[in-house]
């Protein structure tokens, strides 16, 4: 992965630092209650650059950007200027596009059931209060498009383009909104956290858009967990711990040990795994002949207490096993064979999967594994409501005590049962949608990228309840995108290339660099 960010040069990163800052954050504090979320916060953005903003969950990311936005107020004494001009703070809410300020969040401010058109020129047909010329919307629509090379049908309702699109048709209308057509002075454009449910295929994509949008002379503040995103797509980052700046690092220069550094305070030795011989654990479930268009599994054995990652280049094939496994996906055939019980793949589904003790954790956090809009413990105990009805109806008391303790055993951060999960930060959300799944201690645990959009401290507490599932028996498939995590958390490594196991990583062999290279390199097909 490249590093040093679109910068594209040292005479213009000289250029750069000699130059008026794009964005000036000078003693910025927010108190909530007796608790401060930020403290003192200062950094600086060049114009033209992109630079990044990490930290823990619950550093003070969400609480700056929304002072940013106009959300929040921000204590008395701060300053925030931009080119030059100083914010009238507190902000009114929806004023930051008076200062030239742009936001695309991670659910991207999209309405699925408006056409890519209405979607992008919205601004502008809202804003007239006669009837709407659509050619002239049509015509400028378009242009936005070609500026940046993105072929996207006008006419196509946005529930029907793929997430890539959707992320890309986002970063346009921003940039659009800014003057991206160089009718306008640059402005600053803020992305937030719009990587977590990309493939990779999708992430270069959208750092490709990045770099066309700095190269126009916009500022760019890209908020990730991901530290490898954001070596590669920035020029400088700031950090933030406990909601004061930890550091700010020169991307080209700084390692990946840095930012862990900076961000939890203290570097983090990496876990090697026990890689004992999976002959001696007893099988514990068994695939056979799976299949279905563009895919094909002749055998998979997983072992009791063992930890398996699936991994391949984007449409390898390997992302659809669980779903296949657990019946969310049909499968056109094969057979499961859990703990002796042989299970047609054809025909089962996911209610028959939960009785058997299976449990399928997806990679889409905010649609296919949890509801935003109910609480923690309804998110938490859905799955077991029926052990907390009692005849005058669901006793909800005792349900709110034992999502508590729950909570205090995976260390979910804020313990607020009756707290919508909407409102939890991404780490401690999936830590929610775990417990879900692992108090009914599940013999076959599925995950499909279970760390995706997770603090790198998050990250580790998530390893550790794997382990633990997988210590106390439960036979675990992990497929995953990031070749490091597989490295430290899996047992046995099967790299998937054109549908089928092309190599597999055992013991010594399992490391993010030899990952790599079999996903890149010549296939050796039929394994398994």
Known sequence: ????????????????????????????????????????????????????????????????????????????????????????????????????????????????????????????????????????????????????????????????????????????????????????????????????????????????????????????????????EVRDITDRATILRDGAVSTTLDTASASHDDFVEGIVGRR?????????????????????????????LPRMDLHEGEIVGMTGLIGSGYERVPYLLFGATQATSGTLELDGESIELSRTTPKASVRRGMALLPADRPKASGVGSLSVAENMMVLDLGRFMGPAGLRRAAMTRRTSELAGTFEIRPNSPGLRLGALSGGNAQKVLLAKWLIRNPKLLMLDEPTQGVDVGTRQQVFGIIRKTAADGASVLCASSDFEQLAELCHRVLIFVRGRVAHELTGDDISKEHIAERCYGPARHDLH
């Open 268 to 296: 983090i030795a990496r876990q090697t795994v026990p890689r004992p011989a999976v002959s001696a654990r007893a099988v514990r479930a068994s695939v056979r002949a799976l299949a279905e268009p563009g895919l094909a």
């Open 1 to 228: 992965m490249s590093q040093g960010g679109p910068a594209g040069g040292t005479a213009r990163l000289a250029a750069r630092e000699d130059a008026a800052p794009a964005l000036l954050v000078s003693d910025i504090s927010k108190t909530f209650g007796g608790a401060r979320a930020l403290k003192g916060v200062t950094f600086s953005v060049r114009p033209g650059e992109v630079h990044g903003l990490l930290g823990q969950n619950g550093s003070g990311k969400s609480t700056f950007v929304k002072i940013l936005s106009g959300f929040h107020a921000p204590d008395p004494g701060g300053q925030i200027s931009v080119f030059g001009r100083v914010l009238d703070l507190p902000m009114r809410a929806g004023r930051f596009r008076d200062y030239r300020i742009a936001f695309v969040h991670q659910n991207l401010g999209l309405v699925p059931s408006l056409s890519v058109l209405e979607n992008l020129r919205v601004a502008s047909i809202t804003a007239r209060r006669a009837g709407i010329d659509w050619r002239h919307e049509r015509k400028a629509a378009q242009a936005a498009l070609d500026r940046f090379g993105i072929r996207i049908d006008l006419r196509e309702r946005v529930a029907a383009i793929s997430q890539v699109d959707r992320a890309l048709l986002a970063i346009v209308r921003a940039s659009d909104d800014l003057g991206g057509d160089g009718t306008q002075a640059p402005g600053i454009l803020v992305l937030d956290e719009p990587t977590p449910f990309l493939p990779k295929e999708g992430v270069d994509r959208l750092f490709g858009l990045v770099r066309q949008v700095v190269a126009r002379g916009t500022s760019v503040i890209f908020i990730s967990h991901d530290i490898d």
